[in-house]
């Protein structure tokens, strides 16, 4: 980093000081934080983040020596508009290595895929004997494990300054780690130019997404008040006349850089123009001393001694002479192996300067120098490629371009590839034999430019690639029909919208080419044209696409038409359970990791839908394990995480659900993000959790209605999970909007069959009770959708479920509910539908038991429903358990003590947990520091345990606490 600027005290800032420090304690309470850093150049950015750091190291808040803050600082450099794929994360990586260790450092690395991943940048963590099959993962995963799982340890603080000139990978990092940190303390702080930042800009986008990110802290950073300017100089330079002060804070505007090089002129006049301040200290230089630092500015804002001097025409004494001169007069600073500017702006003002002859010498030198000495470097591969840009050789630019791609997919950075990508399009047409140099052609270029963009989830520039690359491919059928096929994709992804004829004219392109890339290009077609379609033609070419596979030997095209088969067998032909054949036939092939989870991630999903929860979890745990062992749980991976939790809440294991769908919810993109979120909402009303559900939602309300907004064919399932959250013991009303809305699913004809089998069910118990008249519309509907269910599988299951709930509606005879109800509780203790369902069928057996008489068995049940459910993640069917046998009275000659011991056993443990500190005479803010939780989240649970227990205040809820306690002391 930089030396401090001469100014002995930081002037100002305190509100800005102030902000950085509360994210700091947010990271240090466990609650990550990242804070964006804003201002113009000069402001003092970089002044205040080193006031930041120096507190917070000087004074860790009282931790211990060990659990000092780990501090990594990154430096963007200005390597023009691509340059090296995580730049300033190599310098991050580093820091991390020599603060931890490499042992450490291995070990939060995790997997043997991320340890290779890594090792391209931290030099010494690899093992020394690796295994040759070893594949590295993907870098920017790997980055992001590694950080999740040392700040889990010590309290991580990144430091990355002036991203304005990020590279498109550090960029899509930083935002990935913005919305998806998980660290338990982790601090990230990022500054930025805002004065360069045009709409242009390639961080403006990342920086509207930060925006809209609920753990990103924006701090600005203004120009400094007539008064704070006053202060500054008083520490610079004693005595001067209040007038020559005042003309100093309006000649600089508050920008504090400007103040003290303003100050250093003394009594000289003050230049013209701001490029002549900046350059005030460099004219007082000699000859020598200057040329160094014109070099030295081609070079960037930081320059290695052995390179520069490599590149400088000044022998070895003229040099040092020359850099003493300048460092004197305070133009550069030492700054470990090499030099500095003080300023950026000093740099950009010098660069000026240099004649153009000077600046092709120059550049050639360093293009020269680094070529040939660190051209396996990524970062001096790109800087490789900027030199003879600026040297006007565009040949040796394409051809360091080439060598820059390469490594950049070495290092598995789709956003730097894209770049690339197009710098190479660019300057095609402007250099001989570009084809030979590149090892490809423009339109093949093109299509890798599109398939980086998909990669990263940008279908906009994805289509923009993939016309480019169609406008110059009139002659091969094979990139032309791949160009086709990935416009038809982009197109749907960006306009929502399908271009069925690009995939006709593909299909006519490859057919009949005796070529194997085009018979695996027409499997892949073919499966597109299967998605997009219904009915006979949708089985033909998916059929179509898994010969051609098989005929090619291609498993990887075989594993995604069988995949796409098992779908279409599912939607086309109401056959879950057929479905599972392809399935698992494609889980037999050799497939690459990500191939295999995507096969994987499907055959867990079809799982889910025939209600194998049991074997959804055994093979989804094993897909997200061999993601993670890969080093690729982004992607893919998100949506096994996510799928693997609905199993493991259906199984009733909700600890590691949650911890799951966490998973996925930080993998995933914030929009994407938002179907976890209502899986979570589910599992907190079935688990008697309302508060924290109304507060999740309401956090993440702007992107959930985005979401909506985005993906309204999910709205289905919003509609259930708000169905679901109004369900009582007694149903629900059936005129309510949210009756109305899952019931129009459960009868609808859009929607794959299992969500509107849900939907019926959902429907079912919020509007059919015992005793209780049902609207004959309703009734009507319910009726209609339970007959229209196949007589196979799990749709019997929710037919069995729903008849016995029409017959409590319609007061059938209690013998006969009891004969349903016992029906449906047998089928369902063997799997079928989730635990919730089963624990709401033991119920509703109870009160068919409790209206047959049979009153000791139904005490008997309700009771194994109020013990069991809480652990499974169900407490609201145990507080319903608890009401039903209040009601029925099913226990009158019990001790109260008895009773309040039941009662206070359905909570949870954290809930006994506040229940005791109620029963201690505690406020919520006490409980709250005493739990290490908020005051608002303590005053939830308090609410919450009030409602469980049916207390009406404080005081009986204590009370009742000290009679479960007698309780529980007299049968020990």
């Given at each position: ?12 800032r305190?509100t800005e000081l ?31 983040v ?13 931790a ?19 340059g ?6 190599r ?10 260790g490499?042992?450490a ?41 590694l950080?999740?799982r040392l ?12 991203l ?7 960029m ?14 982790l ?10 930042i ?8 990342v ?33 001067l ?7 100093l804070a309006e000649r600089s ?66 040099l ?13 600073v ?9 300023h ?14 000077e600046?092709?010498r ?11 000495h ?7 591969a790109s ?9 006007r ?19 598995f ?12 399009a ?12 590149a ?11 599109a ?34 096929r ?15 004829e690009d ?54 095209a ?21 479905a ?7 889980m ?11 096969a ?6 079809m799982l889910?839908r025939?209600?194998?929860?049991d ?7 094993q897909q ?17 995480a ?12 909700p ?92 009868t609808?004809?859009?929607g794959?069959p299992?969500v ?28 209609a959708?339970?007959e ?7 749709a ?12 409590d ?6 013998v ?5 109800w ?16 089963l ?8 009160w068919?038991l ?8 139904a ?15 169900v407490a ?5 358990a ?7 009275r ?12 039941g ?6 443990p ?25 005051p ?8 919450a345990?009030?409602a469980?227990?049916g207390a ?14 007698s309780?529980?002391?007299?049968s020990?």
């Amino acid at each position: 980093m930089p030396a401090l600027p001469s100014s002995p005290r930081m002037v100002g800032r305190h509100t800005e000081l102030a902000a950085l420090l509360e994210a700091y304690d947010d990271g240090v309470g466990g609650v990550p934080r990242t804070v964006v850093v804003r201002g113009e150049a000069g402001v003092g950015k970089t002044r205040l983040v080193q006031e930041f750091l120096a507190l917070v190291t000087a004074d860790p808040l009282g931790a211990r020596t060990d659990d000092a803050p780990v501090i990594a600082f990154g430096q963007c450099v200005d390597l023009g508009p691509i340059g090296a794929a995580f730049g300033p994360v190599r310098r991050v990586l580093r820091d991390l290595h020599a603060a931890v260790g490499t042992d450490a450092l291995r070990d939060a690395a995790g997997s043997a895929a991320a340890i290779a991943s890594l090792a391209a940048l931290v030099p010494g963590i690899a093992d020394e004997t690796p295994d040759a099959d070893e594949p590295a993962g993907e870098f920017a995963e790997a980055i992001e494990v590694l950080l999740e799982r040392l700040s889990q340890r010590r309290h991580v603080v990144v430091v990355l300054e002036d991203l304005q000139w990020a590279d498109a990978a550090t960029m899509a990092l930083l935002k990935t780690l913005a919305s998806t940190l998980r660290g338990r303390r982790l601090t990230i702080v990022a500054t930025y130019r805002s004065d360069d930042i045009d709409r242009f800009h390639p961080l403006r986008p990342v920086l509207a997404e930060l925006d809209r990110t609920r753990s990103v802290v924006r701090v600005e950073v203004t120009p400094l008040t007539p008064d704070e300017v006053a202060e500054q100089v008083a520490q610079l330079a004693s005595g001067l006349d209040p007038r020559v002060v005042e003309a100093l804070a309006e000649r600089s505007g508050g920008i504090p850089f400007l103040v003290e090089e303003l100050v250093d002129l003394g009594d000289r006049a003050l230049p013209d123009t701001l490029r002549e301040l900046v350059l005030a200290r460099y004219t007082r230089l000699g000859d020598d001393a200057q040329q160094a630092v014109r070099t030295m500015a081609a070079g960037g804002v930081h320059v290695d001694d052995d390179v520069l001097a490599a590149v400088t025409t000044l022998d070895e004494s003229a040099l040092a002479h020359a850099l003493r001169e300048a460092i004197d007069t305070r133009v550069i600073v030492a700054d470990g192996p090499g030099y500095c500017f003080r300023h950026a702006l000093t740099r950009e003002a010098v660069e000026a300067e240099m004649l153009p002859s000077e600046r092709v010498r120059v550049h050639r030198r360093y293009a020269e120098h680094l070529r040939d000495h660190r051209g396996d470097s990524p970062d001096d591969a790109s800087a490789v490629a900027e030199h003879w840009l600026a040297a006007r050789d565009l040949a040796a630019a394409f051809d360091a371009t080439v060598i820059a791609l390469q490594q950049s997919r070495s290092q598995f950075s789709p956003a730097t590839a894209a770049k690339l990508t197009e710098r190479l399009a660019e300057l095609w047409d402007q250099v001989p034999d570009a084809e030979t140099r590149a090892g490809t052609t423009l339109p093949a270029l093109h299509l890798d430019a599109a398939q980086a963009w998909h990669d990263l989830g940008d279908p906009e520039r994805a289509l923009r690639s993939a016309n480019e690359g169609l406008a110059v491919c009139p002659d091969d059928p094979i990139t032309r029909a791949a160009l086709l096929r990935q416009r038809f994709v982009e197109t749907f992804n960006f306009e929502h919208r399908g271009r069925r004829e690009d995939l006709d004219k593909a299909v006519a392109l490859l057919e009949g080419l005796d070529d194997r890339r085009a018979r695996t290009l027409l499997s892949r077609v073919l499966t597109n044209m299967a998605i997009d379609e219904h009915g006979t033609d949708a089985r033909e070419h998916a059929y179509r696409a898994i010969a051609l596979a098989e005929e090619v030997g291609d498993d990887a095209a075989l594993a995604v038409a069988l995949t796409v088969e098992a779908w279409r067998i599912a939607a086309d032909e109401d056959d879950e359970i057929g479905a599972l054949v392809p399935l698992e036939r494609a889980m037999t092939l050799r497939l690459d990791p990500p191939m295999r989870a995507y096969a994987g991630q499907a055959l867990t999903d079809m799982l889910l839908r025939v209600g194998r929860f049991d074997e959804a979890a055994v093979v989804g745990t094993q897909q997200f394990e061999e993601v993670s062992r890969a080093g690729i749980e982004r992607g893919t991976g998100a949506s096994i995480a996510h799928s693997l939790s609905f199993a493991l809440f259906a199984t009733g294991r909700p600890e590691p659900a949650v911890r799951y769908a966490q998973r996925a919810r930080r993998l995933l993109s914030p929009v994407d993000g938002a179907s976890v979120v209502r899986r979570l909402g589910s599992h907190l009303s079935w688990d008697d959790r309302a508060q924290e559900r109304d507060d999740l939602f309401a956090t993440e309300r702007g992107r959930i209605d985005e979401s909506r907004a985005r993906y309204p064919e999910k709205d289905d399932w919003w509609s259930i999970e708000r169905a679901e959250a109004r369900l009582t013991l007694h149903g629900g009303d059936s005129t309510s909007d949210a009756a109305t809305a899952v019931l129009a699913v459960a009868t609808g004809e859009k929607g794959s069959p299992a969500v509107r089998r849900y939907a019926l069910l959902t429907a079912a118990l919020l509007c059919l009770s015992p005793g209780r008249p049902v609207d004959p519309a309703v009734r009507a509907q319910i009726d209609a959708a339970v007959e229209a269910l196949p007589e196979v599988g799990l749709a019997q299951s929710v037919a069995g479920f729903v008849r016995a709930l029409l017959a409590d509606a319609d007061g059938a005879r209690p013998v006969e509910r009891v004969g349903l109800w016992r029906g449906v509780v047998d089928d369902l203790a063997g799997g079928g539908l989730p635990t919730w369902h089963l624990q709401t069928a033991r119920c509703r057996l109870a009160w068919a038991l409790i209206d047959a008489g049979e009153r000791a068995e139904a005490a008997a049940l309700l009771g194994a429903v109020a013990a069991e459910a809480p652990a499974l993640g169900v407490a609201r069917a145990a507080r319903w358990a608890n009401e039903l046998a209040a009601q029925a009275r099913l226990s009158p000659g019990s001790s109260d003590a008895e009773a309040s011991h039941g009662v206070v056993a359905t909570l949870t443990p954290r809930e006994l947990q506040v229940l005791e500190l109620i029963a201690e005479g505690l406020t919520n803010p006490q409980i709250g520091q005493r739990l290490f939780i908020s005051p608002k989240t303590a005053s939830v649970h308090v609410s919450a345990i009030l409602a469980k227990i049916g207390a009406a205040n404080r005081a009986e809820a204590a009370a009742l606490y000290a009679a479960s306690a007698s309780a529980t002391a007299a049968s020990t």
